[in-house]
């Protein structure tokens, strides 16, 4: 075999592994039907159980970076204290083992058969179910079949006295074994991967087991670069679960190769017990390490979190999220009483929609990367709660309520999905203007000028400012049951409606005498659209506090205040 072959072979089989990888994580995720932020979300209040949860999400994904990236989100969005999320990235440190584990098993000979059965699954069935469980048999069957391929290109290695040099040096050298483990891994991007070609390795017996062991344990430092670069430019707290990630693998990895020759001498002492194949013997050794570095440092989490706090100041995220509303034991019990906690998380779902507008406003002044990463990220947290909200308000409603709790629980339902709708708009405008400034700065760059602001409109400027007093009035108005400032509202949505035809008016008169380009102009009308109806939206809103959103609503036993307001409405 020529050396062409060879690395054809070995590049080839390593992209069928890779993707066989994937795509067999992308069916088990399917297929386990949850949401795999909400098993971070919920079962990480101990650390232990934050273990438990990065083990189960590693395990559905096959990719302890995966569930390292899941994490850092859940920090940044305020949803996951450090210490949660050091828990988490140990316990994907464990879940990672289970590929290696799975390639030791060896059945590479069936590996086209198995595929065969993955693809009659997934083109000859319309079920979900059955594709997803096709899609697993499938990325099981490449992933053997990447190993094989992988193992032909790699056989002829061991006539080049190169190669035999530097496994015999690796063995000779544990600190060597680790730095080749570590370069490896960093440029599969695949802690999965480079184990499976250690495996393969030692399986050919081109590669001893005291020279395995180290480049195995320098594949938990690789693993760690990806976090490292998926930090570059994040927030703190990513900086922080990056290097939490960091000093977790280090210090594990230095325990060990400290004690790598007793470590080694029980490998091999225990192969015969379990009558281990070399593969096995791998992964054997690949969990055993895992799982004591955990269970070691898992005492030491607060530690941890406080080191990486200290060595990466800076504020915490923008974003403080009070979990403590939804307690769903009440709800079978007390439901009013779970009413009113619903009633709270509005509240706080109110204020993060009310943050986000505003960081959306001051993107429209500034145009600046971090006002447009903070309204994304509590765009994240506001769909996340409406989620929670949502279940929650579903459970209540099955219970026996009084006509007014069933009145109130009506409301909140729509309140909900009003603040939801209201965020989307948010983000819509962001992506308008992102759009505008990036042909901005193409066309400034063309004519050698600077870039001029995007949109600036004294009458735009005019209508963010209404929308957003009506936005803080509605969802104030329902929290503190005013019916004054829910009236500002509606009398104000009526100015709001004026000033957005007038801008839509001099805007188009504006293109009409050549002024702009059309496709700016059709960005600027949708920024226009999108205040108009966030505008709707808080209306709705207000009518609830006012009891006249529905007709069922119109009785004589609400205040004077409300019911001249409504005649107001339908007289103009």
Do not use: C
């Amino acid at each position: 075999m020529d050396v062409q072959q060879m690395i054809f072979m070995f590049a080839g089989g390593l992209g069928i592994f890779l993707f066989g990888l994937k795509y067999m994580g992308d069916g088990l995720q399917k297929s386990a039907g949850e949401s795999l932020r909400s098993i971070l979300n919920q079962m990480t209040s101990t650390p232990v159980r934050a273990i438990i949860a990065g083990i189960v999400v590693t395990v559905l994904i096959q990719s302890s970076s995966g569930t390292t990236v899941l994490a850092v989100g859940l920090v940044s969005a305020g949803f996951m204290k450090i210490k949660q999320a050091i828990g988490v990235i140990m316990g994907a440190n464990i879940g990672t083992t289970i590929t290696a584990f799975i390639i030791g098993i060896d059945i590479g000979a069936y590996a086209l058969p198995i595929m065969a059965v993955g693809a009659f699954l997934l083109f000859f069935f319309k079920n979900m179910t059955v594709n997803s469980i096709g899609q697993i048999i499938f990325g099981f069957g490449a992933l053997f079949y990447g190993l094989e391929l992988m193992g032909e290109g790699m056989y002829p290695l061991r006539e080049f006295q190169a190669f035999k040099d530097l496994m015999i040096n690796m063995g000779d050298n544990p600190i060597l074994g680790v730095g080749v483990g570590t370069i490896f891994t960093w440029l599969v991007q695949s802690s999965s991967g480079s184990i499976g070609i250690l495996q393969e390795l030692y399986s050919q017996g081109q590669i001893s087991i005291e020279g395995a062991l180290p480049v195995l344990f320098g594949n938990n430092i690789g693993t760690t670069i990806t976090a490292v670069l998926a930090a570059i430019g994040a927030s703190v707290p990513a900086k922080r679960t990056a290097a939490s990630h960091i000093i977790f693998n280090l210090v594990g990895t230095f325990v060990v190769i400290m004690a790598i020759r007793p470590f080694t001498s029980m490998i091999v002492a225990i192969t015969p017990i379990f009558n281990l194949n070399p593969a096995m013997q791998i992964a054997v050794a690949h969990g055993l390490f895992n799982v004591t570095n955990v269970l070691i440092q898992m005492w030491f989490i607060g530690y941890l979190a406080k080191l990486v706090t200290k060595l990466i100041p800076g504020d915490d995220a923008i974003i403080e999220y009070d979990s403590s509303h939804l307690d769903f034991s009440i709800i079978t019990t007390v439901p009013s009483v779970a009413l009113n906690q619903a009633k709270l998380e509005i509240k706080q779902m109110g204020d993060f929609v009310l943050e986000e507008y505003k960081e959306m406003f001051k993107y429209y002044k500034k145009q600046d990367d971090l006002s447009l990463s903070n309204a994304l990220q509590l765009e994240e947290v506001v769909n996340d709660i409406d989620m929670r909200l949502t279940e929650y308000l579903m459970h209540i409603s099955v219970e026996d309520l009084p006509v007014k709790s069933s009145t109130e629980h009506t409301q909140m339902m729509d309140i909900t999905k009003y603040l939801e709708r209201i965020g989307d708009h948010s983000e819509n405008i962001l992506n308008n203007i992102k759009e505008a400034a990036r042909a901005q700065k193409k066309l400034a760059k063309k004519t050698n000028k600077e870039p001029e602001k995007i949109f600036h409109d004294d009458d735009l400027m005019a209508l963010f400012n209404l929308v957003e007093q009506n936005i803080t009035d509605a969802i104030t108005s329902f929290t503190q049951d005013s019916y004054v400032l829910a009236g500002q509202v509606i009398k104000r949505e009526k100015e709001v409606n004026r000033l957005e035809e007038h801008i839509r008016k001099k805007y188009i008169q504006r293109l009409n005498s050549g002024a702009g380009l059309p496709s700016d102009g059709i960005l600027f009308v949708d920024i226009v659209s999108n205040l108009e109806r966030m505008s709707d939206h808080s209306a709705k809103i207000a009518k609830h506090s006012l009891g006249i959103r529905y007709p069922f609503q119109h009785d004589s036993k609400r205040p004077r205040y409300a019911r001249e307001v409504e005649g107001a409405t339908e007289t103009k």
